[in-house]
């Protein structure tokens, strides 16, 4: 079963304005985090925001937030204030509980165009 | 401060043939991870070196063997590339495994073609 889900394949987004991208997960661990990473046009894999399961508040990294509800298992991106270098596929990702492989489960990514 | 570095940046090989992917972080961490992306997919694990001295296999471990060279240094082997094996390689490190909260970090990564 796919443990991570982006159903969004491609959003356009206007600059300075906000974006949302959608992450469901599955897992039954008690104990997960879970991450966002930024992969730019170059090829390279930038991390960005990590939200742990036991985290009480939604997790904030300057104009990145993560909107977290863990009864509706979704970990949604928020970019705020879009720039065009913000353009990039954005990967959801999942580590479980200790005593795992040790592997991130990854979604399928969302590319994310923003327009001048 | 180079973080996680990975050689070579592209390469294209003949099917059969073989080639090592290089690896190398300067952030002291103790776990490196070699995944590969093909296209339209996110990134899956192909190995895993938790600590220096183990290496263990991941999702897609067929076709490849690693080498945890020391702490610093985590190379991964095609020895009879296929092209199914054509992808787009990356290293990964992390400071602390076993921890839902252990971020990885990755490299530039290494775009192979098999042809």
């Known amino acids: 079963a796919q443990k991570i889900t982006q159903t969004q394949p491609g959003m356009f987004v206007q600059e300075k304005e906000a974006v949302t991208l959608d992450c469901t997960y599955d897992t039954s661990d008690p104990s997960y985090g879970l991450f966002w990473y930024k992969q730019p046009s170059s090829g390279e894999m930038i991390f960005l925001i990590y939200q742990g399961s036991y985290d009480q508040q939604n997790a904030t990294e300057g104009r990145y937030s993560l909107n977290f509800q863990k009864a509706r298992k979704s970990a949604n991106l928020v970019i705020s204030a879009s720039q065009l270098g913000d353009s990039a596929m954005y990967f959801c990702a999942m580590r479980e509980a200790p005593g795992g492989d040790y592997k991130l489960s990854f979604g399928a990514g969302t590319t994310v165009t923003v327009r001048a | 401060n180079a973080g996680v570095t990975q050689t070579p940046k592209f390469q294209v090989l003949k099917t059969g043939q073989s080639m090592t992917l290089q690896c190398a972080q300067d952030?002291?961490?103790?776990?490196m991870y070699w995944y590969r992306q093909d296209p339209g997919m996110g990134l899956r694990l192909i190995y895993y070196s938790a600590s220096e001295g183990t290496t263990d296999k991941g999702e897609v471990p067929n076709g490849y063997n690693v080498s945890r060279l020391n702490k610093r240094e985590f190379s991964l082997r095609l020895e009879s590339a296929a092209p199914s094996q054509t992808s787009v390689y990356f290293c990964?490190?992390?400071?602390?495994?076993?921890?839902?909260?252990?971020?990885?970090?990755f490299g530039p990564g290494t775009r192979l073609t098999v042809l």
């Open positions: 990964a490190s992390s400071e602390v495994p076993g921890q839902s909260t252990d971020t990885q970090y």
């Open positions: 952030m002291n961490h103790n776990s």
